[in-house]
Every structure is written in structure tokens, then in C-alpha cells.
């Protein structure tokens, strides 16, 4: 039944929906098992209507988690069709071309049911702990990358199908824990299936379609507002991305075209896809181009369907950005969240208050160390530590935060406790900031040391590192310089990332993250922050004098 | 020592609240004073000035008074604390800079964080490592200590913050970094993390110790004075500072740790309604306060006003989480909501209706109050429907201008959206309300709350108008607003014990858990606190155990209180049974085939409890019914008749059917049409729906 709804009694029944995806995330925090969801956070939720359109997300979502589950609505109805789910049915996947891009991210949805009917789909990612395979991006084939879970039915009208709980204990190192945040995964879709329910009931509605659809419609129009503001015409990038030492460089092209309120992304002249483990699906370009798009244009409207539909997005099949099977892509971030850069890069021109410069945050810095106390346990730790973010217009970069996903580090007593490795250092790096009218936020040096004594690992420890930015640093904009490159050291020799890293007792591997590009002339900077920065460490007198261009740094 | 009179006095943003209980006659006496920010104590004496007219001399009588200040929140806010040094093991010292790395806002990015309270020139680190395990590894470096130590005298140190790696576990590296400093810096102020907060997470740690080296010093200056203040006029009781658990210490344990009472603000009004809720048998309650910039809500389900862990100070954006600096310590479990009085109310980019979280504030205030506000706020709204008397605001000290009300809600919400200015309040009311239930839906879910079987008891100057809408979409059946709602804090204070409480991070699986060992844990932390208390001039009446829990491999911890017998007696299946109901209450059900894992210990100490401030009451003997005027009713969506009911007129057992509007001085409570109220002989006002 249609009805109309009044500005006031849809922002009223907005913020109910938008609270039901905040209370499904907070459920999630507090059930999950696994230290890369309940610390870091590495996981989203979302809400479909009944067609499988984004009705709405939580606040704190990682982008391409969101955009993967969301393309893969569009395509799951083909392998069950939503007219014939139940009660109690839900799906699983893993596929990197249905879903987020690669095989540690598990998708779990579940429809939803108000009185007969299917109104809504609750979703959520989680990026478990494992699902098998190589640890390493240097393979060749997503076959070596571990299990690939197609499409399923985990559960039916509310029966676990045990078969395929099996099969996944029986390929991931750690069954336990990823079984049982499996099922807190699904605890927590019924949670919301329930909340969202008991809105319906409340609200007297029997389903969302036009409420779902007037908030699309005005978010859309917003978005086409965003756009609009942008002078037509075609606004280029181009990068050029490094795999560490002696490693071949990824080109990465974009082309926008704005024409009116619509515009057109074109990865045309990317680079082909490689064989190693960083190659990046459709969807997940297309998400973090999204994400890039929206910070600029649109960063307060909510994230629906709606927001979309002034966007065309392109990539030529095979390239990079659009890789086809059996394509290793374990390690996509190291490509993909430069993206949000390129669009940057390409609107600096016209929009030079909005966009930001380069971040030594991006791409994430994502580390396991795994091994075996002295002993014989085995333990598991990804300790999680950032670069910093680009310079803005009106701002220095934030030191050590995550961009563009959005997760927590952990704190080193945990770690430690967790793990016989030491952290000997977690501090900022003078000088690992790009220097501007507005420098770009810091890095950090994370140290771990192997311990020699009683306490020394049975086995050497595997030190699995996706990376990026350690040949080529993040780009200044406006005449301000470049952060220097990230770095990885073991005993003061310098290594690469991606392949698996044996670390022996007494090793010491010392991990630089890089800082952000700066933004404007950096003789142009207040001479009191200079001093401050002097007098805090973060810059070298020989920065304050030979860069800042600072008379007396002594 | 007893006295005749209790005094209350809780400094605010705006105003100094008094409250002051003249034990012989059963008589509360309200006074109000502007804050005096540059120093606080001089809006105290004010007020100490005004009861000298009524009672010369009262402070000889007084027994005790019991003070609450924003003191320390506003020094981190307006960053006016000390001069403060930060020492960490080496190669940490940016550990409340790095944070948590985590963006509260994944689409800005311009997003802002507060800079930390402790520069880095101002940290150091030191050459000492201890273990996980407690093992030291590397001894502290004492001449590196004493070089650091020279270097903060000469530059002008006030108070330095120590925090060391695993000193929850092992703290003999700071105990000698304190020791050391305190024979070298004899001047300065100290704040040793496993004296603070001896718990695991060196970042949260780091962040409480240092916010309680920063506002130390000022804390110790403004409590001396006071104290000599008081002194001078007489008095030899008891000074009480309240605690932002609740509970209230001496004048001593406030100035070693400002940062338990950093959130003592909105603990005066929890404590006023837990009280209620235990005089009027109620199984549970929301306690509801709603004031000028935000309104607050606490969930009252057991016998204790509940506690929370962690929360953020001096946050950049108000209502993000994660945009403020961590503090963990034990504080009114609380949620707050960007909504209140003063929250603006416009058009969203969607083109659909927004209230807050930006605030008028004081000033410009409400476009009614005339003060150079032109934008339309929730008091613009609940003016314009009638629900506030213009000529009767803060008892008719304030006029209201209802046609600057109408005129903004005209301009920025009406037109856009093709409506009246009435309706367009209505909208306004509402979605303030729906903004405040849908937050306490969150809130409750959070905690196994369920707040259709609550009552909701309204304090604050905005939340009596607001309560029934807010109790009608929470299918919360009953209300409760106390008297002189608008100041309920300071009568609170005076219901609060002398307590204190320690925490101790223990992490062991339940079967591997000696419980004798944890027996002389508790033992130790009640030694501890039972020292504090005396020291506060009060005895232990009755400590309340409690312990963090987790399935072993996950991150968030349930706190459980435990029953008051000895651990053996309940033995490793009795913990069990308890956890795992628990955890069902909280989540729904229990995990089958998962261990559970004790994290930290909790022990509270408590002195006896204190008289309520609540005493009996007659009616004025002035005539009930003041007046009648036109209001919004929400079932007719129009303008209906309401009568006026002066509440101190009201005898007990006297119904009133709504739609009423009932006034006094510091608040208003609207009854509609489907609701009845009444006054019991306590002066508290039960408002039900029919």
C-alpha cells in the first residue's frame, strides 16, 4: 500500500532505520570472537530493501565492505531467488567477484519477513581471522589464496546446513574462531532482523518501498547537487604505484567527465592485471572510487541506493582495476585504496578546498605474525599501525590514522600478552611528513623483536606484510613537497613485502610507515608552527631551516 | 559530628546550583548564583552569603555539604590545566598522540582531533622494560630518570604523569620513578598510571593518567581554598566532592584522583531518581533528565545506579564517538543525546526536517528568550505550542517572546515545507523526541533493557514538557517528575554515600582461576579502600564485588556483580552459572562448548547510607487551578483547552485529568488528554496514561 510521507514523519522514520544500523553494528563489537573484528573493527553491516537496494548503513563502515555487499545483492537473487527465500534462510559468500574482492571477507544475508511478506535483507561482512591458502600476496592464482565459498544456503527456514560448516573448519587454520564468529555473525543478522520488525509493527507499515524509495530519490538529488558544483569538463589522473624494491611499478589512470549533474569515471590506460596477489575486482574499485567521489562531493548525506545513480563507472576488462578469474587478489589494498587519490588528484584543479594530499595512510598496512611458543601453542597477532594523512586546505594531516578503510590498532600490552614478540618501539618519525603550508600528518616506527631467551618461539615466526609506498612516498599538492617512502627493516637491512618473512629469535623488524604529502608552499607556513613542530621533534633543524626556510632553527 | 542543616551545591556551566535541608523543620531551600568561572568558589560564597541572610551563621550547624564541580571538565575543554609532563618507557612516549588510529567520521575529511593534553617536547621516555608476565627485562634507568627529571624542573613542570608498559601487572618500575621524583621534584604534582587506572590498554591508561596530571594542581588549589574558605566561617564538618560513580570522597582522595570526578555533573539528578525509583518500589526506571544543550538518560534496573568504564572528554564533535580524549574510570553509565532547549532546528540536505545537535546555548539562546537568537529551537517549539507560559519562564523572571518563536520557525523550517509554524512545532517536538528515543532504544538494547516495563522519572528545565512524548514511543506507561526538577542535581548530591572503588586487571581463564588467590586480591583492594574511607572521616558500611568477563578470545568484557559470600562458597560451577546468566540477559543466549575468562576485579566500598533529601509536604492552601490556555494536542493534531495547575497547590491524592498543564517554578509537565497526574504526600508527581 502507498502512502505518502511528510518530511517530518520520513526524517522520523529515517533516523529509526539509520539507528537499527547503528544497534547492529554495536551487536557485532560485542558478540564477535576474533581480535581483527571486536578490536579492529574489521567488519560492516548493512540494511537492503526487499529488491536489494542499500537502505542504509552504520556510521563507521569499512567502504569496500559496504560496496561489495552491495553489488552482491544485485546478483545473488540469479542463485536464489529472493521470491523463493524463507524465514530463517541465509546466505553465504565469499566470492571476490560477487562480493568484496577477496576471500577473507565472508558475507552472511538474511531476509527479512513482516507479516507473510519479504520487506528487507540484513547483511554483514566480517573479515575472518582465515579461510586458508598461501599467506603471502605472491601468488599467482586466487586457487592458492585459500577456500572459495560460492553463493550457499548456510542456513534454511533456520537449519544450519553442516555441510558447509565442515567443509570451512576443515580449510582454515584456526576452525574455532572462525566458526564461532560465523555464527555470531548470524546471531547478530537476527538481531537486526528483529529490530527492523519491530519498526514496522510499530510504525504500522507493511513494507519499506516508499519510504525506501523517497529517501533515494532525495538523496539522489543531493548527490546530482554535489556534482553540479563541479564545472563541466574532463578531469584526468594518473598514478604510478610501487610493489616494493625491485619490484615493476602499477600505472593507474582515471578519467572524469562531469556534464552537468551526472559524471562518468573511466579507468581506461590502467595497467593489465599482475600475478601477484594485489589485483582488484570491479567492485572494489568501484567502491573506493565511490568513496572518493563522496568525500568531496557529498561527506554528511547517508549512504542508500540513491547516491549512485548520477555515477557511471568504467574499467577495461583485465586491467588492474577490473581483474578477471583466477586472478590473485588477496592482497588488493596495496592497488585499490590509491583510487580515492586519483579522484583527488584529477578534481585538485577545481576543487582545491575539498580534496586533500596524498596520505602515507593508504594503502593499509595489514601484518600477521603467526608462530609457536616456546611451548608449542600457536599464536595469531595483526598488529595494526597507520601512516599519516594528507595535508588539507585549511589543515595538517592527522598523525597515524587509518584512510580510507577505518579500523583500530591495537594496544602492544594486548599484543604482547597475546604472543611471546616484544614491540620495542611505536613512536612518530621526524621527518616522515611532507612539508607544506599545512604538512601532512606523521608516520610511525613500529618495532617487534623475536625474544632469545626462555620465552623464544619454537619455530621462526611468519611475518605476512601487505604494504605499499615504500619506493615511491605520497605526493605533495600546490607546491609542497612529498613524504619520504614507507620502509621495512630486519637487522637494519631493508626488505620487500608480500612474500611470507621468516623471523629467527633475536631478529628485530622494524616497520616506517610513511606520513602525508603536504599541501601549499611550506615558506609560506605560520613561522610559530614551524618552531612548534622544531621544538616537538617532528621536523629536523635542518627541515626547519633547508625546507621551512626557518632563520634561526636552533 | 551532626548539624541541623545539609548543604548541596552543584557549580554548572551557567549556574551554582544550592540545595540546603534544614534537618529540624524537614525544609529544602533552593538558591541559585551565576558561575563565576575565573573562580569558582566565589559563586560558592554567593550563595553561602544568601543562606546567611536567611540563617546567620548556618555553616557552625552544617554537617556536611556536599559539592560537585565541572572544574575539571572544563579545564581539559578549555585547556586552562597545569603544565604537564608525560614519562613513558622508552619508545612509547606518543602513545596518546598515535591513539587509536581509528577515524570517527569515514566520509570528512577535514575531521579534527583535540591535540594531546601533553606536548611532545613534553614527553619522555625511559629506559626500563617489564614483561606481560611481570618478568623486568631491563631495570629502570635511574640516571636517565634524573636527567629528565632536571630538564622538567628547569622548564617549569608542574605535574608529570608516569606510565610504563604492563605496570597493571607489575608497577615496581613505577613505584621508583615515583619514589625518585618525589625526592627530586618535591613541587610537583605526581600521577602514577597503576595508581590511576591498573589496567591493561597502555594507550586508555596513559590517556586517564595524563588528564589527571593535568588538572591535579588546579584541582588541589581550588579545593584548599574552598576548604579555608569554609574554615573561616565557621564550619567543622565534613566536606564531600562527588565522584563520577555517584559516590562521594574527601576533599583529599578528590585532589589525588580529579579525573573520578570529572563527570560528576549529571551524577546529582541519577542518584535523586535511583532513590525514587527504590521509595516507590519500582523494578526499574530511565532516568531522564533534559536540560538546555543535551539531555541524559540512565537505566535503572538494580539496586545501584549503574556504572560504565569508559568514556571521551572534550570531544571535537560533541556526539562522535571518537573525536574526544579516552578516560577509563568508573562513571554514571550514561547516555547522551545532542538534543535539548536550545537545539536548533532547520532543513536537512535531504530537504527533510533536522533538530540539533547544534546548540543556541545561553547565548544567542532561543529566538523567544530575545537575547539575539534568530534561530528556531526546541523552546522556540514547545513555546509556540503552548506547553511554556511566556510570562511565566523561570517563574516569570524570564518573559518570552513567542512572536520571535513563530517568525523563526516561519523563515527557517515552515515555509520549506509548505506548513503552518504550529505544525511545523509540532514537527519540531516530535522529531526531538523521536531523536531522544530512538537513542535510548540504542542505549537499552545495549544492556538488556527493555523500556516498556520502566518508569521514566523527567528531571531538567526541558524534561517534564518532553517526557510524555518521549514515554509514548517508548511504551513506557508511567512518569514521575520530582520536585524542583530543574535543580534535581543538588538534591541528589546530598542522597549520595562516601564510596570509592579500585579495579585490578587479572586475566585467567575460570578453571585455571585459584579462587583463594582471588579472595586475597579482594582482600588487599578492601584494605585499600576501607583506608581511603576512613580518611574521608567514614567507615565501610558494605563493599560490592564484581569482575569482567569474557569467552576467552573475545574483546569486550561483561561486568557481573558478585553476591556477597566467600568465592569458595560459591564455588568455580557457581561463577559459571552466574556468568552464563549473565551473558544470556545481556545477549540472548549463552555460547555452548566456550571457556569463560575473568579479566579485571572490582571492588567498591560504601559508607553508610544518607538520609533522602525527599521529605514530606503539604500542599500551599493557594488555589489549584491558575488559569487555562490553548496547546498543541497530539491526537487532534490542533489547539485544545488546557487548564493550569499551580503544582505546589495540588494536595495529595488529588487527580487531575489532562490535558493539564502543570507549572512551577523551575520546569513545566504536560499531561494530555489520554493521561492522568497526581501528587503523592513526597510532593513527587505520577503522571499515567490511561
Known amino acids: 500500500m502507498p502512502r505518502t510521507h511528510s518530511p517530518v514523519g520520513l526524517e522520523i522514520a529515517w533516523s529509526r532505520i539509520t539507528s537499527i544500523a547503528d544497534e547492529a553494528d554495536a551487536n557485532v563489537a560485542r558478540t564477535a570472537f576474533s581480535s581483527i573484528i571486536r578490536d579492529s573493527h574489521d567488519y560492516s553491516c548493512g540494511l537492503y530493501d526487499a529488491r536489494g537496494n542499500l537502505l542504509s548503513q552504520p556510521a563507521s563502515v569499512a567502504p569496500a565492505h559496504l560496496g561489495g555487499m552491495t553489488a552482491a545483492m544485485k546478483v545473488l537473487g540469479d542463485h536464489f531467488p529472493f521470491e523463493t527465500l524463507r524465514e530463517g534462510d541465509a546466505i553465504v559468500t565469499n566470492d571476490p567477484w560477487i562480493m568484496s574482492g577477496h576471500l577473507p571477507d565472508i558475507m552472511i544475508v538474511m531476509p527479512v519477513f513482516h507479516r507473510g511478506r519479504l520487506v528487507a535483507h540484513a547483511g554483514s561482512v566480517f573479515h575472518h581471522q582465515d579461510v586458508g591458502g598461501h599467506l603471502g600476496t605472491d601468488t599467482r592464482e586466487v586457487f592458492e589464496e585459500g577456500l572459495q565459498i560460492p553463493p550457499c544456503m548456510l542456513y534454511r527456514a533456520g537449519q544450519a546446513n553442516e555441510d558447509i560448516f565442515r567443509i570451512i573448519a576443515q580449510n582454515v587454520r584456526v576452525p574455532e574462531l572462525v566458526i564461532n564468529d560465523l555464527k555470531s555473525q548470524v546471531a547478530s543478522l537476527h538481531f537486526t532482523a528483529g529490530r527492523i520488525r519491530g519498526f514496522l509493527e510499530e510504525q504500522d507499515l507493511d513494507d519499506l ?63 593489465p592485471q599482475v600475478e601477484r596477489g594485489v589485483n582488484c575486482v570491479f567492485n572494489y574499485t568501484t567502491a573506493y572510487l565511490l568513496f572518493g567521489i563522496m568525500s568531496l562531493v557529498a561527506p554528511f548525506l547517508p549512504s542508500n541506493a540513491g547516491a549512485v545513480r548520477p555515477l557511471r563507472i568504467a574499467a577495461p576488462e583485465g586491467c588492474i582495476l577490473n581483474a578477471q578469474r583466477p586472478a590473485p587478489v588477496i592482497g588488493r ?26 596520505s602515507g595512510s593508504l594503502p593499509l598496512w595489514w601484518l600477521t605474525l603467526s608462530g609457536q611458543r616456546a611451548g608449542g601453542e600457536p599464536f595469531v597477532v595483526g598488529p595494526m599501525f597507520s601512516g599519516g594523512l594528507g595535508a588539507r586546505s585549511g589543515s595538517d594531516g592527522v598523525s597515524t590514522l587509518t584512510f580510507p578503510t577505518n579500523i583500530m590498532n591495537n594496544p602492544v600490552e594486548a599484543m604482547e600478552s597475546e604472543s611471546p614478540l616484544l614491540v620495542e618501539r611505536r613512536e612518530l618519525l621526524e621527518d616522515s611528513a611532507g612539508a607544506g603550508r599545512y604538512r601532512g600528518g606523521l608516520g610511525q616506527a613500529f618495532v617487534v623483536r623475536v625474544p632469545d631467551d626462555d620465552t623464544a618461539p619454537a619455530r621462526p615466526v611468519v611475518s605476512f606484510l601487505v604494504a605499499g609506498r615504500t619506493v615511491i612516498g605520497p605526493k605533495g599538492l600546490f607546491g609542497a613537497t612529498d613524504a619520504p617512502p614507507a620502509a621495512i627493516e630486519v637487522n637494519g637491512q631493508t626488505i620487500g613485502w608480500g612474500r611470507p618473512y621468516l623471523l629467527n629469535p633475536g631478529d628485530r623488524i622494524a616497520y616506517r610507515t610513511a606520513g602525508g604529502g603536504g599541501y601549499g608552499n611550506p615558506k609560506e607556513r605560520d613561522r610559530d608552527k614551524v618552531r612548534e613542530d622544531l621544538l616537538n621533534g617532528l621536523i629536523s633543524p635542518q627541515a626547519a631551516r633547508d625546507i621551512y626556510g626557518l632563520d634561526d632553527p636552533s | 559530628m551532626s548539624g541541623r542543616f545539609l548543604l548541596g551545591c552543584d557549580i554548572g556551566g551557567t549556574f551554582t546550583d544550592f540545595v540546603l535541608l534544614d534537618q529540624e523543620n524537614d525544609e529544602l531551600h533552593l538558591v541559585k548564583c551565576p558561575t563565576t568561572a575565573e573562580d569558582p568558589s566565589n559563586g560558592v560564597m554567593d550563595g553561602i552569603a544568601a543562606y546567611e541572610q536567611l540563617f546567620p551563621e548556618f555553616l557552625a550547624e552544617t554537617e556536611r555539604v556536599h559539592h560537585g564541580t565541572t572544574l575539571v571538565i572544563n579545564a581539559v575543554i578549555e585547556r586552562s590545566g597545569a603544565k604537564t609532563a608525560l614519562i613513558t618507557t622508552k619508545g612509547f612516549r606518543d602513545v596518546i598522540e598515535i591513539g587509536s588510529e581509528r577515524r570517527y567520521d569515514v566520509y570528512d575529511l577535514q575531521q579534527q582531533y583535540p591535540s594531546p593534553l601533553v606536548p611532545r617536547h613534553l614527553r619522555f621516555g625511559v629506559t626500563e622494560r617489564i614483561r606481560s608476565d611481570g618478568m623486568v627485562l631491563t631495570p629502570l634507568d635511574l640516571r636517565e630518570l634524573e636527567a629528565i627529571a632536571r630538564h622538567v624542573a628547569d622548564i617549569g613542570v608542574e605535574s608529570v604523569a608516569v606510565c610504563l608498559l604492563h605496570s597493571y601487572r607489575d608497577a615496581a618500575h613505577e613505584e621508583q620513578v615515583e619514589e625518585r621524583l618525589a625526592a627530586l621534584l618535591p613541587e610537583v604534582e605526581l600521577s602514577i ?17 595524563v588528564v589527571n596530571a593535568y588538572t591535579k594542581p588546579l584541582m588541589r588549589g581550588y579545593l584548599e581554598r574552598l576548604e579555608r574558605l569554609f574554615t573561616e566561617k565557621g564550619f567543622g564538618g565534613q566536606i564531600l566532592i562527588m565522584l563520577s560513580s555517584g559516590g562521594a570522597t574527601s576533599i583529599d582522595t578528590a585532589v589525588r584522583f580529579p579525573v573520578r570526578v570529572i563527570e560528576s555533573g549529571p551524577v546529582g539528578g541519577v542518584t535523586l531518581c535511583q532513590g525514587i525509583k527504590s521509595r516507590s518500589g519500582l523494578g526499574s526506571a530511565i532516568a531522564f533528565d533534559m536540560g538546555g544543550t543535551t539531555a541524559k538518560v540512565c537505566l535503572l534496573q538494580g539496586d545501584e545506579v549503574p556504572l560504565a568504564n569508559d568514556y571521551e572528554v572534550a570531544r571535537v564533535h560533541r556526539f562522535k564517538r571518537g573525536s574526544g580524549i579516552p578516560i577509563k574510570a568508573s562513571c554514571v553509565d550514561l547516555l547522551e543525546i545532542g538534543t535539548g532547549g536550545g537545539s536548533i532546528a532547520g532543513i536537512g540536505p535531504l530537504g527533510l526536517l533536522q533538530v540539533g545537535p547544534q546548540s543556541a546555548g545561553a547565548t544567542p539562546g532561543p529566538a523567544c528568550y530575545g537575547f539575539g537568537g534568530t534561530k528556531p529551537t526546541t523552546t522556540d517549539a514547545d513555546l509556540l505550542l503552548g506547553y511554556l507560559d511566556p510570562s511565566y519562564f523561570l517563574g516569570g523572571t524570564m518573559p518570552l517572546d513567542p512572536d520571535a518563536s513563530r517568525e523563526a520557525l516561519r523563515a527557517h523550517v515552515a515555509d520549506q515545507l509548505g506548513m503552518t509554524p504550529e505544525l511545523a512545532a509540532w514537527g519540531v517536538h516530535d522529531l526531538a ?87 586475597s586480591l579482594f582482600a588487599e583492594q578492601s584494605r585499600k579502600i576501607a583506608e581511603t574511607l576512613e580518611a574521608a572521616g567514614g567507615e565501610v558500611a558494605r563493599f560490592d564485588r564484581s569482575v569482567d568477563v569474557r569467552y576467552i578470545g573475545q574483546g569486550h568484557e561483561i561486568r557481573i556483580a558478585l553476591p556477597d559470600k566467600p568465592l569458595a562458597e560459591l564455588g568455580k560451577a557457581g561463577l559459571l552459572t552466574l556468568f552464563q546468566q549473565s551473558y544470556e540477559r545481556l545477549y540472548g543466549s549463552a555460547l555452548s562448548g566456550n571457556e569463560f575468562e575473568i579479566v579485571n576485579l572490582r571492588l567498591t566500598g560504601r559508607g553508610p547510607e544518607t538520609a533522602s533529601p525527599l521529605r514530606p509536604r503539604q500542599a500551599s492552601g493557594d488555589p489549584m487551578i491558575k488559569g487555562e490556555r490553548p496547546a498543541f494536542c497530539p491526537n487532534e493534531q490542533d489547539f485544545v483547552r488546557h487548564i493550569v495547575v499551580d503544582r505546589y497547590a495540588i494536595d495529595p491524592g488529588v487527580r487531575i485529568e489532562g490535558p493539564a498543564i502543570i507549572e512551577e517554578r523551575e520546569s513545566t509537565t504536560v499531561v494530555d488528554a489520554r493521561m492522568t497526574a497526581e501528587v503523592d504526600e513526597l510532593g513527587l508527581l505520577h503522571l499515567q496514561f490511561v
Open chain 2, 433 to 519: 523526541n523521536e531523536s531522544m528515543a530512538a537513542a535510548t532504544r540504542v542505549f537499552a538494547a545495549e544492556r538488556g533493557a527493555d523500556p516498556t516495563k520502566m518508569t521514566l522519572i523527567a528531571t531538567g528545565g526541558a524534561g517534564p514538557v518532553h517526557a510524555r512524548g518521549l514515554a509514548a514511543k517508548l511504551g513506557v506507561g508511567r512518569i514521575i517528575v520530582p520536585p524542583a526538577a530543574g535543580v534535581a542535581s543538588a538534591i541528589g548530591f546530598l542522597a549520595a554515600p562516601v564510596s570509592f572503588d579500585l579495579v585490578q586487571t587479572h586475566k585467567r581463564a575460570l578453571s585455571e582461576a585459584n579462587l583463594a588467590h582471588l579472595e
Open chain 1, 333 to 358: 589494498t596495496a592497488i585499490g585504496q590509491n583510487i580515492p587519490e586519483l579522484v583527488f588528484s584529477a578534481l585538485s584543479s577545481v576543487l582545491p578546498e575539498e580534496v586533500i594530499a596524498e
Open chain 1, 209 to 271: 518501498e516508499s519510504l525506501a524509495d523517497e529517501i533515494y530519490q532525495r538523496t539522489e538529488t543531493a548527490v546530482r547537487r554535489g556534482i553540479e558544483k563541479i564545472p563541466d569538463g574532463v578531469y584526468s589522473a594518473e598514478k604510478l604505484l610501487d610493489l616494493g624494491p625491485d619490484e615493476p611499478n602499477v600505472r593507474l589512470k582515471l578519467r572524469l567527465e562531469i556534464t552537468g549533474d551526472e559524471l562518468f569515471a573511466d579507468f581506461a590506460g590502467t595497467g
Open chain 2, 193 to 209: 598510571s597503576a595508581q590511576v587506572l591498573p589496567e591493561i590498554n597502555e594507550y586508555a591508561r596513559a590517556s586517564t593518567t
